[in-house]
């Protein structure tokens, strides 16, 4: 089978239960595959190399900066670049989908398109997440090498294209996270640092290269505008209970059994609270270099 022009970039760290899965759902149909690996200490990189022999080491400081350094500094060969974490995986269906789009015959592609829009099917416990309003989320994870890269942000980091035009793919790409529920809340605590440091550094400073905020855009654009114009506007902690029973009410989370419940509690409650406290914790810390 001819292989489509396409670079896969992987970031990596303790990846050793998802990896393999990540690496089979692609290897058949990329042209190449880049692991930028944050120095594991289990066999993640061990297995990486079964699959490809570029793969880079580096400190990771947050996942904008570490694909930004792979997209600036590693020699990439492909004219197509797609991003996938380490815990998901490409479905046959999508793969087929884009190669309709980008083998050359046919060659069914509009020249001015340098991006694919695709839906993100999340698993918790073994659990489709469908309801909650958490499907579909899109996300632009396939674009025009020199045409897109990440906006500086510490969380919640999008594709920012510089040109061109997108399409949305019928079919999805899944989250298949192997690792335990503890994992997940230590993941998620720092997840929440980075998203009071992104919200601190917002406020604090004018960013330019950051996606719009747009009601009317994008999925990503969309979502940006809710929460910075209507969620970030309510009370903190307040808002976190309310965003909770907005998605696990309103939105039908309950109908996602009890593996929906825990995800919606902790993902839609938990971890927005304790983004309110950790952007508490550092606006006092700020307040006190100011004195």
């Known amino acids: 089978m001819r292989k489509l022009p396409i670079t896969s970039i992987i970031l990596t760290y303790n990846e050793e239960l998802n990896i393999v899965d990540c690496l089979k759902s692609i290897s058949d149909w990329v042209g190449e595959i ?5 120095f594991s200490t289990d066999k ?5 190399a079964k699959y490809t022999n570029k793969i880079h080491q580096r400190k990771f400081i947050n996942q904008a900066e570490q694909f930004n350094w792979a997209l600036d500094n590693v020699q990439i060969k492909n004219d197509w670049i797609l991003r996938l974490d380490a815990d998901e995986v490409m479905l046959p269906e999508t793969w087929e989908e884009i190669a309709l789009y980008l083998n050359p015959i046919p060659h069914t592609l509009d020249p001015n398109v340098s991006g694919f829009y695709m839906k993100r099917r999340v698993y918790f416990m073994n659990r489709w997440i469908k309801h909650g309003g958490y499907y579909p989320a899109w996300f632009l994870r396939l674009w025009r090498k020199d045409s897109g890269r990440y906006e500086e942000r510490a969380m919640d980091e999008h594709v920012i294209l510089s040109k061109g035009k997108t399409v949305n793919l019928k079919n999805d790409f899944e ?5 335990d529920l503890s994992v997940w809340v230590e993941k998620h605590n720092n997840y929440a640092k980075r998203e ?3 919200y601190i550094h917002e406020i604090t400073k004018s960013l330019e290269h950051k996606i719009s905020e747009n009601r009317s855009g994008t999925d990503p654009e969309r979502r940006r505008w809710y929460k910075n114009n209507l969620y970030y506007k309510m009370p903190p902690y307040f808002r976190a209970l309310l965003y909770w029973k907005y998605r696990y009410f309103i939105r039908l989370g309950f109908l996602d059994g009890i593996p929906g419940l825990v995800f919606h509690f902790l993902q839609g409650f938990w971890y927005r609270f304790l983004v309110d406290a ?7 810390s700020l307040n006190n270099k100011l004195k």
């Open 34 to 38: 880049v692991i930028v690996d944050s």
């Open 44 to 48: 993640t990189v061990e297995i990486a």
């Open 175 to 179: 989250e298949h996270d192997k690792k």
């Open 196 to 198: 009071a440091q992104a």
């Open 278 to 284: 950790k952007i508490f914790e550092l606006k006092k």
